[in-house]
């Protein structure tokens, strides 16, 4: 779109390249910081060549590579094609690489999992002593208590059967063999959680002790990626704890600090404003022991704080973390056309204020406007014809509500009947990341669950799926005959069904009937569970989207699970793909999106959909709007909030290539001002005389 790059300014861009091959050199670390469209990806990959062209043949010597880290298998992937075929560079997403790092160190590892597990134990204990809903178990006589755990671990599997069941069934299976201590079923929830700490606790000592005895499978940590959940008494970390574990690894273990360096002398991360804090602390412990033991370390951090847009990330909180780093700067913009970096330049509001490289990136435009809920249809199909919008020249349109990007999308009641269940009302922001990522990592435990099972119903569909990627551990293929393999392929043939609910059940009753050991490994890793039955799974579901269920809302809870898996398997593919989609290979004429799920991409023309409100936040970007020239009156929690819709604003904004739009679907009166202060003014959707603010 853009020809004719600023000399001058190229000049400068390769000398601020010189200054990060500088730091290169002297082993100094920095932290390269550059607004959207910068060229930051650019940036760091430059950095891996210079590396390898000038100290390549120093690290193929002494067995040494450079470790790169992503945010994303995309990022990573499109990192290695701009890179090219280098068997000295090592690309991968934060929890791969943490995991390849440190899983070799099993005794190491298991010894912080045996704390893990005191811990809890600890923390549970606590919770029995203190809190309100063990006080019935608080109460009996230490007799009566080791009396009630016997019994309740005898009945494991009766208490399990009848853990969703109205409260009349669970007296009629409990009160006869409870008789001697009937308090504790008063209350049929407190006695649920008081009987689930119970098992719980059991299998952690359980655990602890298998650790002391050596025995089979309890000898090593297991992390796989497919799930996110931490099964500790089973030895398996969810994505979370693998990073407390490889950040303990590092703290605590000066040889490990010592091989880590000695065999990645240099570590660049991408994205450093949304990897977690216990990631930057590995680092920061490394490259102080570097210091300490005079080794050359260089970590290279590349990314925009203003970019910021998830909770869990370090944010504008790097250098507080990891000090003492030099900073890198670049201000130019190889995405946009002028407007529209003049336009996110008000939005972002530091000392990054932006410039095209290039001499003729004036062409782009920019409207604001004010409307209503019915206008979205309209506005959508006013652009597509205005902008002649084809599969090669698209439309992406951007949603604040995901629920709506959802509808657009094909599997709005996927997204509505989990935000009804108890986990994500009481956390709605949090459903984005956990139902909406990209990044399968940050998938919530049971999305990523149905995620799998999804991929697996999916697969098995499609006729001419290969059984290898159906189940994608090579290891698990070299026992088998092509007899048994053709076996398994007909038993999982005959699954079947319409609902994802048809699914499961059919799935469960073709692993009840057949004992081919291959088979169950298939589903049951495809479940994450062992020995599955419908009950369970749904018990399981039970636990984790309604945490602390009181008895007065089971009914409900029964109520909402079925709903989630009454849905047409249809609505749950749509989502899958969603997940899936590779943004960049699509060829449709219109593309929905979060605001969440468009970081670090760009699109030709863009339609955004603003409202005031966002999850439980009343008044997201009204606040941000309202205060937008007034913010050193804002508290600390207000300025929180502000720079949380700031950022969002500015990510979603700074897509833009050529053409911008937006449509405020709440009243702007309070605001308006403001507004005109960055867009330029402000029409009324529908009748207005248009005008275009560049």
């Not at 390769?14 to 100094?28: A, C």
């Not at 359980?206 to 297991?222: N, S, Y």
């Not at 570097?290 to 504008?316: C, H, M, T, W």
């Not at 189940?471 to 698990?476: H, I, L, T």
Request: a negative charge; glycine letters at 4%.
């Amino acid at each position: 779109m853009f020809t004719e790059i600023s000399t001058a300014k190229q000049q400068e861009e390769e000398k601020i390249q010189t200054d990060i091959n500088l730091g290169i050199d002297l082993s100094e670390s920095l932290v390269f910081q550059s607004g959207a469209g910068a060229g930051k990806t650019y940036a760091l990959v430059e950095s891996l060549k210079y590396i390898i062209n000038k100290y390549g043949k120093s690290l193929s010597k002494h067995s040494q590579k450079i470790l790169c880290i992503t945010y994303t298998n995309v990022a990573a992937n499109e990192m290695r094609e701009r890179l090219g075929a280098s068997h000295l560079v090592k690309i991968s997403t934060i929890h791969e690489r943490i995991w390849d790092l440190i899983k070799d160190y099993k005794s190491q590892l298991v010894d912080i999992h045996k704390e893990k597990l005191i811990d809890e134990i600890s923390t549970l204990e606590k919770k029995i002593n203190e809190d309100d809903k063990f006080r019935a178990y608080r109460e009996m006589t230490e007799e009566e208590k080791e009396l009630f755990k016997g019994i309740m671990l005898e009945q494991k599997d009766n208490f399990y059967k009848v853990y969703s069941a109205k409260a009349r069934e669970v007296d009629k299976v409990f009160k006869p063999i409870l008789i001697n201590i009937p308090d504790i079923l008063n209350n049929k929830s407190k006695f649920r959680q008081t009987v689930s700490a119970i098992y719980k606790i059991t299998d952690y000592k359980t655990c602890l002790d298998m650790i002391e005895r050596k025995q089979k499978g309890f000898q090593q940590v297991i992390y796989n990626s497919m799930y996110n959940r931490d099964r500790l008494h089973r030895m398996q970390i969810s994505h979370d704890t693998l990073l407390e574990y490889g950040l303990t690894l590092i703290q605590k273990y000066d040889l490990v600090k010592q091989i880590v360096i000695d065999q990645y002398p240099y570590i660049l991360i991408d994205e450093y404003q949304d990897t977690s804090r216990n990631v930057i602390e590995m680092m920061r412990s490394l490259n102080e022991y570097a210091n300490a033991i005079n080794r050359k370390l260089f970590i290279g951090y590349f990314g925009d704080p203003v970019q910021s847009i998830y909770e869990y990330g370090v944010g504008k909180n790097l250098e507080e973390i990891h000090s003492n780093l030099n900073s890198v700067v670049k201000v130019f913009n190889r995405r946009s056309c002028k407007e529209i970096i003049d336009v996110t330049n008000k939005i972002r509001m530091d000392d990054i204020i932006q410039e095209s490289i290039y001499e003729d990136s004036i062409g782009g435009s920019v409207q604001f406007y004010n409307g209503e809920r019915d206008d979205v249809n309209e506005f959508i199909n006013k652009y597509l014809e205005e902008w002649d919008c084809s599969e090669d020249n698209p439309l992406d349109c951007f949603f604040l509500t995901h629920k709506t990007a959802a509808n657009y999308s094909g599997f709005g009641d996927v997204y509505e009947q989990f935000s009804q269940t108890k986990k994500y009302k009481m956390n709605y922001n949090q459903l984005t990341t956990e139902m909406l990522s990209n990044d399968l990592t940050k998938l919530g435990e049971i999305p990523r669950v149905f995620y799998n099972i999804i991929r697996f119903i999916k697969n098995i569909r499609s006729g001419d799926t290969p059984i290898v990627q159906i189940y994608d551990d090579m290891e698990f293929y070299k026992e088998m005959t092509f007899d048994e393999l053709k076996f398994v392929i007909n038993l999982l043939k005959q699954i079947k069904g319409i609902t994802l609910n048809d699914y499961i059940q059919s799935i469960i009753k073709v692993y009840k009937e057949n004992e081919n050991a291959k088979l169950r490994k298939i589903i049951d890793d495809t479940f994450g569970m062992e020995k599955i039955t419908y009950e369970s799974f749904h018990n399981y579901l039970l636990v984790k989207l309604f945490p602390d269920i009181k008895d007065d809302s089971y009914k409900e809870a029964e109520e909402s699970i079925s709903k989630l898996l009454a849905i047409d398997i249809s609505s749950y593919e749509n989502w899958y793909q969603y997940i899936q989609k590779d943004i960049g290979k699509r060829k449709d004429k219109v593309n929905y999106h979060t605001y969440h799920s468009t970081k670090g991409l760009e699109f030709n023309n863009v339609l955004i959909i603003m409202e005031k409100k966002f999850g439980i936040q009343q008044n997201f970007f009204n606040f941000y709007f309202e205060h937008y020239d007034n913010i050193e009156d804002l508290g600390k929690n207000e300025l929180i909030e502000f720079e949380q819709a700031k950022n969002l604003l500015y990510v979603a904004c700074s897509r833009a290539i050529k053409n911008l739009r937006i449509l405020y679907l709440d009243d702007i009166t309070e605001i308006e001002s403001n507004i005109t202060q960055i867009f330029g003014g402000a029409l009324k959707f529908g009748g207005l005389t248009k005008r275009v603010y560049s």
